[in-house]
């Protein structure tokens, strides 16, 4: 989903590309505050553990998390994204994009209608997994959930939509669904993250401010 504002400029633009899980929400996730709406924290944090260390496949994370999730609303979702523990300084940094005339979009695996929730904060596109409308009446199609490969994917598409070269992108993640999109691009900030990420970030940063790990890339002209 996009939101509209360009600028054209003669020097090249400049893709800032956001993970979410980790990254824009320090030490959670979606689906962890969505679970807590539930009261399915638990049974989320297992499906996380899976994840993270016995190689549970994102579509069968999806499945699942479905499962736990069948009475979930609109309202529910509402009220989880409203308190999950942002960093500050998110709407600021993308305005600050968009004063410089360049484009920010966030990718994550995350479901679709959590993340499409930041397009008012300023990100000129957001990327989630396609999971159904709610309230829920089908299940989840398992070839809509995004695995860590498409977010090099989406960073392309979103290249070519803009008239941006991947040589010209920053990417922000935490943990290694990151990984493949760090070693794709020149630049990428390490945002409270985990050892898989490693080696690969030419900026780290830990804290609770987005605009302290944006200023990391320096100055940059406006248009």
Request: with cysteine; aromatic share 8%; glycine share 8%.
């Amino acid at each position: 989903m996009e939101s509209p504002g360009t600028n054209v400029r003669d020097r090249p633009r400049t893709l800032h590309l956001f993970d979410l899980d980790g990254t824009l929400i320090r030490g959670s996730a979606a689906a962890v505050e969505i679970s807590r709406q539930l009261g399915v924290s638990a049974e989320i944090a297992e499906l996380e553990r899976e994840f993270l260390t016995a190689g549970l496949a994102p579509d069968e994370f999806a499945v699942r998390a479905r499962e736990l999730w069948a009475e979930l609303t609109a309202a529910q979702v509402e009220t989880a994204f409203e308190g999950a523990p942002w960093l500050a300084g998110i709407r600021e940094v993308w305005a600050d994009i968009r004063a410089r005339g360049d484009y920010c979009a966030v990718i994550t695996l995350s479901p679709d209608f959590f993340v499409e929730r930041l397009l008012p904060w300023g990100a000129h596109a957001t990327h989630g997994s396609r999971w159904p409308a709610l309230p829920f009446t089908g299940p989840v199609d398992r070839a809509g959930i995004l695995d860590t490969a498409a977010k090099v994917r989406i960073a392309n598409e979103l290249c070519t939509r803009f008239g941006v070269r991947l040589e010209d992108c920053v990417a922000f993640g935490d943990s290694m669904s990151d990984a493949a999109i760090f070693a794709s691009v020149p630049r990428a900030v390490a945002v409270n993250a985990d050892h898989h990420l490693t080696g690969l970030a030419t900026h780290t940063y830990r804290g609770g401010d987005l605009r302290e790990a944006f200023d990391l890339l320096g100055p940059r002209p406006r248009t």
